[in-house]
């Protein structure tokens, strides 16, 4: 089975631009969960999808969004870019809904604010 | 709220030494614990979790962790290190909404 692909592994982008960032999960996965990954903030949840749904946020400004599509893959937005939103931003997918599903990763998209 | 913590950054061992990776944690109810690790420019991998049952979990690669309540402890541990090791491993906990948290990771360097 084919892991959890994110596109593009690399983005540079200047301050104030948006971004969007795509995941697919492992088919048949239900669930993606986005997290940023920083040196100084270590790994932050940023929010979770099912069925085309976010169920869960994090705490992070409004200027980060997603959504999910009706085949579970997934983007992730960043409007107005920041210097500090430069970070690793990583995807997960889980099988079924509830606590302690095993969620899978991606490799990443590394985001360069420049 | 659900945290855990790892009380140290950097872990060194000889090749062929057993190793041990810390993690403590706090939670309101059951702990659904996971060990995940990273190499450079790659996501997390899964190693293994505690969901109920036995208290020692064996995971992937020879790893296994031990779970104890009373010290809220769950550590991660493997006989004897390979170089191979040598990476960042981060503990985890899973939140009621599905949403991991975790530790600040520990490096761990394995030294031939």
């Known amino acids: 089975k084919a892991g959890v692909t994110q596109t593009p592994r690399y983005l540079i982008k200047t301050r104030g631009q948006q971004v969007t960032l795509s995941c697919s999960p492992i088919s048949g996965h239900r669930s993606v969960s986005w997290y940023q990954q920083t040196p100084g903030q270590g790994l932050q949840f940023l929010f979770e999808y099912f069925s085309e749904t976010q169920r869960n946020k994090g705490n ?23 210097l500090g939103d430069s970070a690793l931003y990583l995807c997960a997918s889980s099988l079924e809904t509830g606590v302690a599903d095993t969620q899978y990763f991606g490799p990443g998209t590394r985001l360069t604010v420049l | 709220a659900q945290s855990v913590a790892q009380p140290e950054d950097q872990v060194n061992v000889a090749e062929g030494n057993p190793l041990t990776v810390k993690c403590t944690y706090s939670v309101s109810g059951n702990p659904y614990l996971f060990w995940y690790v990273q190499y450079p420019n790659r996501g997390l991998q899964f190693l293994l979790k505690y969901i109920t049952g036995d208290n020692l979990v064996k995971g992937s690669y020879g790893f296994e962790a031990e779970f104890n309540k009373s010290q809220t402890s769950f550590h991660l541990k493997k006989p004897s290190a390979l170089v191979s090791d040598s990476a960042l491993y981060f503990c985890a906990v899973s939140g009621a909404n599905n949403d991991m948290r975790f530790g600040a990771g520990t490096r761990l360097t394995v030294k031939p």
């Open chain 1, 60 to 82: 992070f400004p409004g200027r980060f969004s997603g959504r999910q599509f009706s085949n579970s893959r997934s983007e992730m937005n960043v409007s107005t870019l920041e």
